[in-house]
Every structure is written in structure tokens, then in C-alpha cells.
């Protein structure tokens, strides 16, 4: 039985798979299991289902693309995750063959982390298997509560979960200096606690994005309309404080490319960050920046980025996200370890051709996150218990 992350994005019009990253990244464990003679059941959640089931948030959207990621195998289905077909389908389950449950989710008690639930789940299967890295964060019925209805030797990590596990490790506890850390993204709040964490272990951080302006209104510039968070203006520079106070270098963009308005056919100019004109806003890191940038990046042995320049969806405003990718292959390349994990990085690294050129690409946005702010992952320590 594998809890696997199979929240993935389905179009909102014809629940077609836009993004199957994460069931591709689950597919070594299950074929694992399948060679070595043993059946495989799969339950995961999709979406935020607040009210029961609902059409939008099944699992059955998966089947067809599953058995195709998995060569031709047939993939049964269970349209209720718990009760007597989910019951008897598991247990008439034949060597080699696959079983989906529906959307967990579609229970209040798996959010709740319940314990009967959790049980009545256990019951479905011999052996509890942890692949879910990208929900490994939520203390739920399925990806924590559930171990410990298994024996020690009968709940376990899968693959997945296991190289994520690894090469979160090896940036956080063993990264050879200089160790950069690319944070990006529209929000400071968002990226304080892991930022704080970073002081303690980066030689270098690189802040792009949204948040930068918030760091350049705090350090009295101006930013035209370019996002900031006026309410964490005293954070913006109290960790500028403690990074001096611990050495760690924080490298803001020197300048900005700057657009009109928040759209593709904005008209743009660049301008400092810290010296954008009125009406104006800073919708991606600017070309001395990304020199600025690339050459922190090219030193470094160590690297995690997690969040984009800029707007890297338009393509006015992705120059800055496509060159730290870029600087961040070289770096790669010449021997550096190198950790992209977030949502938008990720979609960035592959849409630039970049997913083969980094040395790990998370399937953890969330997760990820919460382990570099130095929390301990609830998927992992139920494993471990
Ligand atoms: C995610 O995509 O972040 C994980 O699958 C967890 O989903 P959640 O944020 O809805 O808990
Ligand atoms: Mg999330």
C-alpha cells in the first residue's frame, strides 16, 4: 500500500493531466513492488475537496494515464477509499496488479489525521509505504497517522521519497561552502522562517522576485508599484541585520526590468530596484543583476533554489529566471550539488529545458520548504518512529 502524491493539475475544463511530474517520480516504486511479485495499492489526495466527494477532485481522472506511465498495466479503480469494494478489490489484488483508491480527501478525517480512518485504511494492505514526499509536511490519516497500524519492518520509505530525503540531507547537513541559496518569489512572509534557517547554514543568499521590493522599500528606496509588504518592512531588515551579524552575504538585484503594468503587452524599461519611477513596477531582475547573480552562483558548490526572478510566465519578464537556471546548470556542471524545489522553479526549470541540468528537481513545494525552515516533516518521523 503506497501513499503516493498524485496532486497534480487536471485542465478545469476536461480534467486532462497538465503537469504529471509527480506520478512519473512514483512510478520506480511501483514497478518495484510489481517485479518483485508483490500488488500494489495507491491512495492519494487531489485538490481540497472541503465538502465530500466531488466530480472535479477524482482520482479516476489518473486511471488512463497511470496504466500508460506504467506500460500497459491495467489500473482498477476503488470509487471510495474505504468500505467493502475497496475491501474486497484489495484483497482479491493478483501479483502484478494495480489498485487506485478514490480522493482521500474526499474524507474530512483524512485532514484530521483520524485514527479509526487511518486504521480502515491500514486494513487494505500488508505493507505501508511512504512515497509522498510533496505532502509529507501534513500530519494526515495517510501520509503519518497510518504507520504505526504497521509493524516496524512493514512500513517503510519508497524510492521517491528516499532521493528527496537524500538530497534535502545533503544541502541542509553536508553542503560543501560556498553555499548559495536562491529565494524568489511575490511574498517575504512567505520565506522569513526559511530564510532564518539559511542564515544558519548559507554562505550566500540570493533574494529575486516580488519580495525583493519589499527589502528595497525597507532600505528606504523607491519602488514605483512593484509589490511590496508594507507590514514587513522591519523583518526585511532585521534579517538583513542578522545576516551581517552572522557574515552571510544577502545579494539583492541591483536593477530591475520595469513594465508599466502587470501584463504582456506592458511596455518596459529597467530601471535600479531601489530607484524605480512612479507608476512603474519591477517585474523581473534586471541584466546587471543576472551577472551579478550568475557569478555567486558559478562559485558555489552548493546550491537550493526555491522561487522565481520574476514573472517568468510572460515572456517579457523571464530573462532573469532562464539566466540564474542557466548559472545554475554551469555551477552544475563544473561539480557543484545543486536542489530546485517549489512549484514555480520547477515548472521554470523544465519549461527552459533545464530538469536534466540541475542535480535534483523536488517533487516538494510545501515539504520542501518546511524542511529547509528546519521543521520536522510528519511523513518522515512517522516512518522513523
Ligand atoms: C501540495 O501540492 O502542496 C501537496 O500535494 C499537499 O497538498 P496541500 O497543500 O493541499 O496539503
Ligand atoms: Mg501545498
Avoid at 497538465?18 to 512514483?26: E, F, G, L, S
Avoid at 512572509?189 to 543568499?205: V, W
Wanted: proline residues 3%; contains cysteine.
Amino acid at each position: 500500500m503506497i501513499r503516493v502524491d498524485f496532486n497534480v493539475p487536471l485542465d478545469k475544463k476536461t480534467s486532462a493531466i497538465t503537469d504529471d511530474n509527480r506520478m512519473r517520480a512514483a512510478i520506480p516504486t511501483i514497478k518495484k513492488i510489481l517485479n518483485d511479485g508483490g500488488s500494489v495499492i495507491l491512495m492519494s489526495h487531489l485538490g481540497r475537496p472541503k465538502d465530500g466527494p466531488e466530480e472535479k477532485s477524482s482520482l479516476k481522472h489518473l486511471v488512463g494515464h497511470l496504466g500508460e506511465l506504467l506500460g500497459g498495466t491495467t489500473v482498477l479503480f476503488a470509487n471510495d477509499c474505504i468500505g467493502e469494494q475497496a475491501y474486497l478489490t484489495a484483497s482479491m489484488l493478483k501479483p502484478g496488479e494495480v489498485l487506485l483508491l478514490e480522493n482521500l480527501r474526499f474524507y474530512k478525517e483524512e485532514e484530521m489525521g483520524d485514527e479509526a480512518f487511518a486504521q480502515k485504511l491500514a486494513k487494505l494492505g500488508d505493507v505501508y509505504v511512504n512515497d509522498a514526499f510533496g505532502t509529507a509536511h501534513r500530519a494526515h490519516a495517510s501520509t503519518a497517522v497510518i504507520a504505526k497500524y504497521f509493524p516496524k519492518d512493514k512500513r517503510m520509505f519508497g524510492l521517491l521519497m528516499e532521493s528527496e530525503v537524500a538530497s534535502a540531507e545533503k544541502v541542509m547537513h553536508q553542503n560543501q561552502k560556498p553555499f548559495t541559496a536562491i529565494i524568489g518569489g511575490a511574498k517575504v512572509s512567505d520565506k522569513i522562517l526559511i530564510i532564518e534557517n539559511l542564515l544558519e547554514r548559507a554562505t550566500d543568499i540570493i533574494i529575486g522576485g516580488g519580495m525583493a521590493y519589499t527589502f528595497m522599500k525597507a532600505e528606504g528606496g523607491n519602488i514605483g508599484n512593484s509589490l511590496c509588504e508594507a507590514n514587513r518592512l522591519d523583518t526585511a531588515i532585521e534579517l538583513l541585520k542578522k545576516a551581517e551579524a552572522k557574515g552571510v552575504c544577502i545579494h539583492l538585484p541591483s536593477d530591475s526590468v520595469i513594465a508599466d503594468k502587470f501584463a504582456t503587452y506592458a511596455q518596459t524599461s529597467t530601471a535600479p530596484s531601489n530607484n524605480i519611477p512612479d507608476g512603474w513596477m519591477g517585474l523581473d531582475i534586471g541584466f546587471n543583476a543576472c551577472e551579478q547573480f550568475t557569478n555567486v552562483i558559478k562559485k558555489s558548490k552548493t546550491i537550493l533554489w526555491n522561487g522565481p526572478m520574476g514573472v517568468f510566465e510572460m515572456e517579457k519578464f523571464q530573462h532573469g529566471t532562464k539566466m540564474v537556471a542557466t548559472a545554475i546548470a554551469a555551477a552544475t556542471q563544473a561539480g557543484a550539488f545543486s536542489l530546485v524545489g517549489g512549484g514555480d522553479s520547477v515548472a521554470a526549470v523544465n519549461q527552459f529545458g533545464f530538469t536534466d541540468k540541475v542535480s535534483y528537481v523536488s517533487t516538494g513545494g510545501g515539504a520542501l520548504l518546511e524542511y529547509f525552515e528546519g521543521k520536522i516533516l510528519p511523513g518522515i518521523a512517522a516512518i522513523n518512529e
